[in-house]
Nanobody
Framework: QVQLIESGGGLVQAGESLKLACVAS????????MGWFRQTPGNDRTFVAG????????ASAESVKGRFTMSRDNAKNTVYLQMNSLTPDDTALYYC????????????????????WGQGTQVTVSS
């Protein structure tokens, strides 16, 4: 059974940085495509960034391009989301998610493709 545990959320001021981590257990990370989503109260989860198990540079939402960087360390079975130049609009509950198989970079944005979700970590950015 695959489990994902996120960490690294917190309260920061606008302009500051945070680095989220997601540790996977139950399956080798290199066999899974991974994504980060975020959700605010009353809204759907939206795609932030993703990396396919097939490799490549990954994909990210337009709203975070140039500020957020996703990376993966297969040896540690961990994916990261480095978030720089945070703004209050980035305030959300951030989820790590996995697709249990290969998927294209374009498909990483499709929420329903993800089979496993973490419990989420809260990021709050004050102005």
């Amino acid at each position: 059974q695959v489990q994902l545990i996120e960490s690294g959320g917190g309260l920061v001021q606008a302009g500051e940085s945070l680095k989220l981590a997601c540790v996977a257990s139950g399956r080798t990370l290199s066999t899974m495509s991974m994504g980060w989503f975020r959700q605010t109260p009353g809204n759907d989860r939206t795609f932030v960034a993703g990396m396919s198990s097939l490799g490549g540079s990954g994909a990210s939402a337009e709203s975070v391009k140039g500020r957020f960087t996703m990376s993966r360390d297969n040896a540690k079975n961990t994916v990261y989301l480095q978030m720089n130049s945070l703004t209050p609009d980035d305030t959300a509950l951030y989820y790590c998610a996995a697709v249990l198989g290969p998927t294209t970079v374009q498909s990483m944005r499709v929420r329903k493709l993800y089979n496993v979700w973490g419990q989420g970590t809260q990021v709050t950015v004050s102005s």
